[in-house]
């Protein structure tokens, strides 16, 4: 059992976006392992056809279970609303999505049931959230909108230039009339643009990164089946699926620590 509890927890999305999800678990679980891959060969996976991404979820999940991973942890709501039910249905190992996390943060915080959503377009086009959020609440106002331009700004580490505050406020523009108090970012890279859309929108409005909720519920998931760590080692692996170095140079900038080296493994 001591072996099952101390196997990593896997970690995958299109690329360094799933480190907003890795930044909160070393905050909450800093005792536990990690493998990360990063599908950099297929960034963006936003306007990809959803059978594609389907095959790309199928596939990592497969080789991080093969690497010993104890749980999954979907960090991509782009993967999360296309695949998460095929892949819960096809793996036998704890499989933990940032969508409802993300969904049940958000309605917890809206006072006025006004809530805005942003992701990638194949995100929003899947409707899951929109979902998610009036299936739990139907007297909710959701207001999505896709946003695809901010994935590659924060690929390319264009966090805080002139340009990246222009896009994020031409992007962000549709809600300044719908009077939303809470605004989900549905996409793991947006967090590193939170500054930014902070500003942009102003004090009054809320800002849910589901990363926070989502590794709550993950220390829950193992707590229920006793599989927290027992060991205080933990091994951080990341695995790009292209380019290695330039993953680890960027990687390490937006967690604050160095990533150590990147393994390239293409699936
Ligand atoms: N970070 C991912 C998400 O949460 C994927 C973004 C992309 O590659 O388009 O949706």
Do not use: W
């Not at 409802?100 to 809530?115: H, S, W």
């Not at 979902?131 to 207001?143: E, I, T």
């Not at 970012?185 to 990164?209: E, N, S």
């Amino acid at each position: 059992m001591s072996e099952k509890r101390n196997a990593p927890l896997g970690i995958f999305d299109s690329g360094v976006g799933g480190l907003t999800v890795v930044r909160e678990i070393l905050k909450q679980m800093p005792g536990e392992s990690i493998i990360y891959f990063g599908d950099t060969a297929h960034v963006p996976y936003g306007d990809r056809d959803p059978q594609e991404l389907r095959g790309f979820a199928q596939k990592i999940t497969n080789y991080l279970v093969t690497r010993g991973c104890k749980m999954i942890i979907i960090a991509c709501n782009t993967s999360t609303s296309l695949a998460y039910e095929e892949l819960t249905n096809s793996f036998s190992l704890p499989i933990i999505g940032v969508i409802e996390p993300g969904v049940n943060k958000a309605l917890m915080t809206t006072k006025n049931l006004r809530v805005g959503v942003i992701g990638t377009a194949a995100t929003i086009e899947s409707r899951v959230y929109q979902r998610k959020l009036r299936a739990k609440n139907p007297d909710v106002q959701v207001y999505a909108q896709a946003c695809p331009a901010f994935v590659p700004l924060v690929e390319r580490g264009a966090l805080r230039s002139a340009e990246t505050v222009d896009i994020v406020s031409g992007c962000l523009h549709p809600f300044m009339e719908k009077e939303i108090d809470t605004l989900i970012l549905g996409c793991t890279h947006y967090p590193f643009l939170q500054p930014v859309i902070a500003k942009v929108l102003g004090a009054k409005t809320q800002i849910i990164d589901p990363a926070q909720e989502t590794v709550r519920c993950a220390y829950e998931r193992l707590q229920e089946l006793d599989l927290l760590v027992d060991t205080a080692k933990p091994v951080y692996k990341f695995v790009s699926s292209n380019n290695p170095k330039e993953f680890r140079a960027k990687g390490s900038v937006f967690l604050g620590r160095d990533l150590g080296t990147v393994e390239e493994v293409l699936l």
